[in-house]
């Protein structure tokens, strides 16, 4: 039995200051902090295993605003460093995605290996007596490891590894279908959201908008299940897809060619601390991430994946499932995080409220336990007693970039 004892959340009409949050949450002063507490703290979601496909292909990022690049060095391995140069802090890679045999920084020439060691640079001669070690000049390597094909990074040389942050009973979740079967993305598509990256973090949690902003589908396709909140923040749903939300021939089309392990109508969905969505259903599965720009601005990415080896059959089917169940949510999850953005810069209205349903780690869509779960870690991690920016500095989110007159 893992649910806690329910708790009121306030007391006569006074709502718990925990089941609130203050918009300096979404604040500058809250972002720099974020950065340096909880962004460069957890493992972060990047790509998936099949975006660099063969030995030398290499992608960039940037991590809590750091640059990073990617690389196979083997059919295995993926390494990962930092995207600066050793000597004056040029960007080594510019390009976001590519196959080469090592990395030549635009700057000065220094060259680098595939593995980071830094191989040749143009008149080496000149640093003799100066103290300069070639052999210790490499990239500087970050930590990068995968869960079932999925790729993440970590900043911090003492965060626990990523196969113990995610969790056992996580990773089994994931594993079926992820880890029984080669997987590739069919699907990517981005935009830039005006929007604080939290936004994001917590539409993935809130499942009370599902039958307003997705009216038009899921409020019928998607009946409310239980879901299982775990301490470090993750948590995972189990759902189904409506027999009766289209027609036979969709329904038959969609569901033709499951996943490994997977009954037509199965699925799941997972929330990864803070921000990745993973969704698993039936045939298909996506990735919900972003790349946190600043307070009010994040790259929202989409990724969606078929078998490795799909018949042309398969890939068209899958693709009618993400198109018929999946994708007319993105635009519109888009609008209502980015009005919800411009509410929020309110120096009037200052608090919002996640109070519904009583404190638990299981509960249904549409109480807010998810998203107090993902405020608690926040704070835990923030170190802070509130859901708001510590005292000090501004305390405002903003407009992004334009005004809204
Ligand atoms: S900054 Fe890279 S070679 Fe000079
Ligand atoms: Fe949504």
Redesign the pocket.
């Known amino acids: 039995m893992c649910t806690s004892a329910p708790s009121l959340g306030g007391q006569g009409d006074v709502i718990n200051p925990l089941w609130t949050v203050h918009n300096s949450a979404y604040s500058a002063t809250a972002f720099a902090l974020e950065r340096e507490r909880i962004l460069r703290r957890v493992w972060t979601f990047v790509c998936h295993s099949s975006e660099l496909p063969e030995v030398g292909s290499f992608l960039t990022r940037q991590v809590a605003g750091d640059p990073i690049v990617l690389v196979r060095t083997g059919a295995e391995t993926i390494r990962a460093f930092h995207n600066v140069c050793r000597h004056r802090g040029s960007l080594v890679v510019s390009e976001p995605s590519g196959t080469g045999k090592g990395f030549r920084c635009p700057y000065h020439h220094w060259a680098y290996s595939m593995e980071g060691e830094l191989l040749a640079l143009p008149g080496e001669d000149a640093y003799a007596g100066s103290g300069f070690v070639k052999s210790q000049t490499g990239l500087v390597p970050l930590r990068v490891d995968l869960a079932c094909g999925l790729v993440f990074v970590c900043l911090d040389p003492d965060a626990p590894p990523l196969h113990d942050y995610l969790g056992s009973d996580l990773l089994a979740v994931l594993e079926a279908p992820l880890g029984e079967a080669s997987y590739e993305i069919f699907h990517y598509d981005s935009w830039l959201l005006k929007a604080n990256w939290k936004l994001f973090a917590e539409?993935?949690r809130?499942g009370y908008?599902?039958p307003f902003?997705?009216h038009t589908f899921?409020g019928k396709a998607s009946p409310p299940q239980p879901y299982r909140l775990f301490p470090t923040g993750h948590a995972v749903q189990h759902v189904t897809w409506a027999h009766d939300a289209v027609d036979e021939e969709t329904w038959r089309q969609t569901t033709r060619f499951p996943l490994p392990g997977f009954q037509p109508g199965d699925g799941w969905i997972v929330n990864i601390f803070p921000d990745v969505v993973v969704m698993a259903r039936t045939s298909v599965v996506e990735i919900l991430s972003q790349v946190p720009l600043t307070h009010e601005e994040t790259l929202y990415e989409v990724r969606v994946l078929g078998l490795k080896g799909d018949s042309e059959e398969a890939r068209v089917c899958r693709r009618l499932a993400f198109q018929t169940w999946l994708q007319t949510?993105q635009p519109?999850?888009k609008q209502?995080m980015e009005n919800q953005q411009w509410g929020l810069v309110s120096q009037s209205v200052r608090t919002s409220i996640i109070a519904r349903g009583v404190d638990a780690t299981t509960g249904i869509r549409g109480d807010d336990n998810r998203l107090r779960q993902f405020w608690q870690v926040w704070r835990s991690m923030l170190g802070t007693d509130r859901n708001a920016v510590p005292e000090g500095g501004s305390q405002s989110a903003t407009w992004p970039g334009e005004s809204r007159l």
């Open positions: 539409n993935g809130d908008h599902v902003v997705h899921l949510q519109e999850d209502a």
